[in-house]
């Protein structure tokens, strides 16, 4: 996993809180 797709993972979860 590269550091970029754990971000990635990160701000959909933290988009998906706000939904």
Do not use: D, E, K
């Not at 971000?7 to 988009?15: G, H, K, P, R």
């Amino acid at each position: 996993m590269t550091p970029l797709f754990v971000i990635l993972i990160v701000c959909l979860v933290i988009y998906a809180s706000f939904t």
